[in-house]
């Protein structure tokens, strides 16, 4: 029995996890649920049932999951118990091959595909999938990828690595500039976001420029090219057609957006006399700043 178990735990080890049917010594009170059925034994880590996730189960039946989004649940497989003979018991468990780091993680026939991270680091893993076809096909699509630098794939297949958006990264010199200036003195807060990852945030200023001399911001950050390419790409996705949206009431608040996606291009900016004006199209946006800069986030400016 301790030669059977020492077994188990290293197909275990190398398998990804196991379910509830993985040990049969295993006391069933103290398994923990997992969350698509099953159960797991304490201090295993066992696949959640949906292809790419796994679920740890610690002391006192406490489950603990990852959260990636998975592309393709998959098939499950059953893996006979070392030794076994034909119709004896079986581990069953998600596909192990499932989760991949590269193509060459994956059966024959598949590829490992990721998709884009709204943070990168959020994960390094992505999914074996079958996409027939597309390696003969000549389109070939950019992506950013999580070093700020665009990639490009060889043909229509999708990434084989982690990335942040489709498309292009935005050049160093695209800025996003939030301002709201109002007032007898013509004054409100600002955040300017580069392309580098350069944060700017005023808690007070008089109208700013793309050019010319601005003053000194009241707070600086520094994050990775990668997120600043991930809102330019939120910012992308906008569909600016009929904003801002209703009659601009009269306010003494006026805040804007100004858009300029590389150093040459031309700005687009948009004015707009509160936030309701700009919602829902706006949000994607506006969620990336309540998640990198909650300090200073424009959906709060002119939110009377």
């Not at 060459?104 to 074996?128: L, M, T």
């Not at 700043?289 to 424009?298: C, G, I, L, M, Q």
């Amino acid at each position: 029995m301790k030669n059977f178990s020492a077994v188990m735990l290293a197909l275990c080890l190398g398998l990804g996890g196991c379910s509830s049917t993985v040990s049969d010594t295993a006391n069933s009170s103290v398994l923990c649920s997992l969350p698509r059925g099953g159960n797991c034994p304490p201090g295993m880590t066992c696949p959640a049932g949906d292809g790419c996730n796994t679920c740890t189960c610690g002391a006192g039946q406490s489950l603990m999951c990852t959260e990636r989004a998975c592309l393709d649940a998959g098939p499950t497989q059953d893996v006979p118990r070392p030794g076994a003979d034909a119709g004896a018991d079986v581990v069953t468990v998600a596909d192990a091959r499932r989760v991949c780091q590269r193509t060459a993680d994956c059966a024959a026939g598949e590829r490992c595909v990721y998709a884009p991270q709204s943070a990168c680091g959020e994960s390094d893993e992505g999914v074996c999938q079958s996409v027939p076809g597309c390696e003969s096909l000549p389109v070939a699509p950019q992506f950013c990828g999580c070093d700020g630098r665009t990639f490009q794939m060889p043909n229509a297949c999708p990434p084989d690595r982690p990335f942040v958006s489709t498309g292009p990264c935005p050049e160093r010199g695209a800025v996003m500039l939030w301002q709201a200036p109002g007032g007898f003195a013509g004054t409100g807060p600002a955040v300017r976001v580069q392309g580098d990852g350069t944060v700017s945030v005023w808690r007070s200023t008089a109208e700013l420029t793309l050019t010319g001399t601005t003053p000194t911001p009241d707070m600086s950050l520094r994050l990775s090219p990668a997120l600043a390419a991930d809102l330019f790409a939120r910012w992308d996705r906008v569909d600016l057609t009929g904003l801002p949206h209703g009659p601009s009431a009269s306010s003494d608040c006026y805040p804007s957006v100004t858009v300029q996606r590389c150093a040459t291009c031309m700005p687009v900016r948009l004015r707009y006399a509160s936030p309701a004006q700009i919602t829902p199209e706006m949000n994607g946006v506006w969620a990336w700043f309540e998640a990198n800069t909650p300090t200073a986030r424009p959906q709060t400016f002119c939110a009377f």
